[in-house]
């Protein structure tokens, strides 16, 4: 069956380091991906997406590209900030299935 | 309006006690969620609305009853819960039939849940 597997974490950085959140993934047919984001005491919100395969999703200065050749959706920032600081899940999307999660990240960001 | 407004936020209930958890959105999506969400783990997904009729029920426990009174609206009624019950339950939104492939789903806040 599908599933996500994103790596684990804590992942502890100073601000403006630079940041990446590995993602990979499983499935029959051509899934669409997505980074959702939750930050402390609040749900989930969408951060990006990408529907077919070498797709580039970005938002808020986050970057994942979708490589069906390694079946992977890494998550990146090239500078990342104190308010970056929050859980980041991979998510897989297919007709027919609900969305799949990965196990999420958390990001810790110093000053 | 882009918001899918939950409450309570926080909800402490014995185990024998009734209780209802409320969502309501107003984006004129057709679709809607309940998940479940343990502490620093991913949600679980435990229900699905589709133009309000049940079309996906996770295995869920009967102590949990979903209701859809209209397309706005959903309500999880809650009885005779166990501690393990304790959690984050959040809902969410989507345009249509929540199994398109590239639909964004809208969250709500999430009612925090402790079952004593």
């Known amino acids: 069956g599908n599933s996500v597997t994103q790596m684990e974490g804590p992942v502890t950085l100073s601000e403006e380091a630079f940041l990446t959140i590995n993602c990979t993934y499983t499935a029959t047919g051509y899934p669409s991906l997505f980074w959702y984001v939750q930050y402390p005491g609040e749900g989930l919100q969408l951060l990006l997406k990408a529907t077919k395969a070498d797709d580039k999703g970005s938002n808020k200065g986050f970057e994942a590209t979708y490589r069906k050749e390694t079946t992977s959706f890494h998550l990146e920032k090239g500078s990342v900030q104190v308010s970056d600081s929050a859980v980041y899940f991979c998510a897989l999307g297919q007709a027919g299935t609900a969305l799949i999660f990965g196990k999420g990240t958390t990001l810790s960001v110093s000053s | 309006d882009t918001e899918v407004t939950q409450t309570p936020k926080h909800l402490v209930m014995g185990m024998t006690n009734k209780k209802s958890l409320k969502c309501e959105q107003h984006?004129?999506?057709?679709?809607m969620y309940w998940y479940k969400q343990k502490a620093k783990k991913p949600p679980e997904l435990m229900f699905v609305y589709s133009y309000e009729k049940l079309s996906i029920n996770e295995s869920v426990p009967s102590r949990f009853s979903p209701e859809c009174p209209n397309s706005s609206l959903l309500n999880l009624h809650l009885h005779a819960l166990q501690p393990e019950d304790s959690a984050l339950y959040l809902c969410?939104?989507?345009?249509?039939?929540?199994?398109?492939?590239?639909?964004?789903?809208?969250f709500g806040s999430g009612t925090q849940l402790s079952v004593l």
């Open positions: 984006m004129g999506h057709r679709a």
């Open positions: 969410a939104s989507s345009p249509r039939q929540g199994t398109t492939t590239n639909e964004k789903l809208f």
